[in-house]
C-alpha cells in the first residue's frame, strides 16, 4: 500500500529539496490547515451546531454576515494570532487589518483570507470554502528602524505571495495549495484527523468546453464579454465550432476547484450595475491568491486587460474583474476586450 504523505511531510519535503517554505511558513501554513479542519466541522454540523442562517451585523463589503462567516473569521484570528508566524491578517469580514496583540511575538508573514466563500450557499448545503494568501512583511529601507506594520504593508501585488491556497468544505474537504513550486491538493482523512496529499502537480487543460458565468448578469456586460458568451452559446454552428457546457456554482472556491481538476473559464465581468466598481470579487483575497494557483497549474487569470498577478493594489478591499481557467480560453476572451 503506497504511503500516505501527511500536508506536514509534503511541507518538510518541499522545504528540504528548494527551501521555498522556511519553517516559519511551513508552521503558519499548518495552523491554517488545522483552522480549516476546525471550520470544516462547524460548517458539517450546519443546523445541528447552529451555524447556519445570518448574524444581526453588516460587513465592509455591504453584505449581511451569515453566522459562518463571523465564526470562520474567529476560528482563523484565534488559530493565527499566538504562533509568532504573523506580524496581522486581513480578512473579507473585518475592516481594517489585526495587528498580533502585543501579548504575542509579531512574526515576518502576513496573512490574508476569505474566511467563508460562497456564504450564499450555506444554508442550502452546496460547497463552500476559505481562500487564504501569505505575504511577507516588507523590510524597513537600510538604516530605518522597524515600523509598526500597517495596512499599507498588505498593499503587495498578487505577484508577491509566498503562498495561497483554499479548503473548499464539499463532499470531501480538500486543502489546495502552492508555494510556488506546482499545486497540490490534501484530502482531509477524518479518522486520523489530518490531511493527506492526494495529487500535486496539478495542470488545467489549456482548452475546455466548460464557461462558468452568472448569466442572469447578462444585459450589464460589457460588449466583449457579451461577444465571447454568445459565440460559446452558439456553439459548433458559431465561430467557436464546439459545443460548450455551463457550470456557475456561485462559491469561488467550488467553481476554481472544478477548473483545477477538469479544466474551464471562469468569469465574474465588471458589470454596470455598479460602474464604479471594477467587478464583485476581492483582489487581494480571493482574485490574487486564486490566480496564484491558477498560474500554477498552466492556466492564466486576467481583469480583461492586464495579469491579475500584476495588479498593484491601492486599497485593501478593492474589487476586480476576474477572467481565470484554461490558458487559451482566457486569451481569447481577455483578447476581445482589446479587440475593441
Ligand atoms: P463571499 O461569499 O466570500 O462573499 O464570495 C462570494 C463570491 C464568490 O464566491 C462567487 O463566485 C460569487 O460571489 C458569486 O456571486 P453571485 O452570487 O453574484 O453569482
Ligand atoms: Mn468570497
Ligand atoms: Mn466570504
Ligand atoms: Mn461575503
Not at 282 to 298: D, K, T
Request: aromatic letters at 6%; a negative charge; proline letters at 5%.
Amino acid at each position: 500500500m503506497s504511503q500516505k504523505i501527511s500536508l506536514t511531510r509534503y511541507l518538510v519535503e518541499q522545504q528540504r529539496a528548494d527551501g521555498l517554505i522556511p519553517s516559519q511558513l511551513r508552521l503558519l501554513l499548518e495552523v491554517v490547515a488545522r483552522a480549516c479542519k476546525s471550520i470544516s466541522q462547524a460548517v458539517n454540523k450546519g443546523a445541528l451546531g447552529g451555524v447556519l442562517g445570518a448574524a444581526e451585523s453588516e460587513n465592509v463589503q455591504g453584505e449581511i454576515q451569515k453566522k459562518l462567516d463571523i465564526i470562520a473569521n474567529e476560528v482563523l484570528i484565534e488559530a493565527n494570532e499566538w504562533g509568532g508566524h504573523l506580524a496581522a491578517m486581513a480578512s473579507e469580514e473585518m475592516d481594517s487589518i489585526y495587528v498580533v496583540p502585543n501579548r504575542y511575538p509579531q512574526g515576518e508573514y502576513l496573512l490574508l483570507f476569505d474566511p467563508l466563500d460562497g456564504s450564499s450557499n450555506i444554508d442550502v448545503n452546496v460547497s463552500i470554502g476559505t481562500i487564504f494568501s501569505v505575504l511577507k512583511k516588507p523590510e524597513p529601507a537600510t538604516g530605518e528602524p522597524q515600523q509598526d506594520v500597517s495596512e499599507q504593508d498588505f498593499l503587495q501585488a498578487g505577484s508577491q505571495q509566498v503562498a495561497a491556497g483554499y479548503c473548499v468544505y464539499g463532499p470531501q474537504t480538500t486543502l489546495v495549495l502552492t508555494v510556488g513550486n506546482g499545486v497540490a491538493m490534501f484530502t482531509l482523512d477524518r479518522e486520523q484527523g489530518s490531511f493527506v496529499l492526494t495529487q500535486e502537480n496539478v495542470r488545467i487543460p489549456e482548452d475546455t468546453k466548460e464557461f462558468a458565468i452568472n448569466m442572469s448578469n447578462m444585459r450589464h456586460w460589457d460588449t466583449p464579454v457579451k461577444r465571447y458568451i454568445d459565440e460559446c452559446l452558439e456553439g459548433k454552428d458559431g465561430p467557436r465550432g464546439k459545443d460548450f457546457n455551463m457550470r456557475w456554482i456561485a462559491s469561488m472556491v467550488a467553481d476554481v476547484h472544478r477548473i483545477l481538476t477538469r479544466g474551464g473559464v471562469f468569469l465574474y465581468p465588471w458589470d454596470k450595475r455598479e460602474p464604479e466598481k471594477p467587478g464583485k470579487l476581492r483582489l487581494m483575497y480571493e482574485a490574487n491568491p486564486m490566480s496564484w494557483l491558477v498560474e500554477q497549474a498552466g492556466g492564466a487569470a486576467t481583469n480583461g486587460k492586464e495579469r491579475i498577478l500584476d495588479i498593484p493594489p491601492t486599497k485593501l478591499h478593492q474589487r476586480v474583474s476576474v477572467i481565470l481557467g484554461s490558458k487559451n480560453e482566457v486569451e481569447r476572451a481577455t483578447g476581445y476586450h482589446s479587440a475593441l
